[in-house]
């Protein structure tokens, strides 16, 4: 069984950076797409970013889009999303999560059901 860990979470200034690690133990995380959610206080979980297992496809919610970028690096068996340009609406707890339904697959899903494997979160908080 899988288990992940999300990192590098914290409180910054609106225009910083900050970069989310992912790290998962217990198995390698190489055949499987991965994505990052966020939930906000009182707001239901969004789909972030998402990419396949080999790299090769991305994708992106509109509301990070060019600002927010997903990579992952299957020898470390992390995966990371690097966030610039951060804005107090970007506050919220950051998942990772696992597509362990579809291994190989050459696309990547937005929906958080179809996540098998999560996460317990890291803190993101953006001060005006």
């Not at 190489?30 to 297992?53: H, M, S």
């Not at 994708?59 to 992390?78: E, L, M």
Request: glycine content about 8%.
């Amino acid at each position: 069984q899988v288990q992940l860990a999300e990192s590098g979470g914290g409180l910054v200034q609106a225009g910083d950076s900050l970069t989310l690690s992912c790290a998962a133990s217990g198995r390698t995380l190489r055949t499987y797409a991965f994505a990052w959610f966020r939930q906000a206080p009182g707001k239901e979980r969004e789909f972030l970013a998402a990419v396949t297992w080999s790299a090769y496809r991305t994708d992106y919610a509109d509301s990070v889009k060019g600002r927010f970028t997903i990579s992952r690096d299957n020898d470390k068996n992390t995966v990371s999303l690097q966030m610039n340009n951060l804005k107090p609406e970007d506050s919220a707890i950051y998942y990772c999560a696992e597509d362990q339904l579809r291994p190989g697959a050459q696309t990547v899903t937005e929906q958080a059901q179809d996540y098998e494997h999560w996460g317990h979160g890291t803190q993101v908080t953006v001060s005006a």
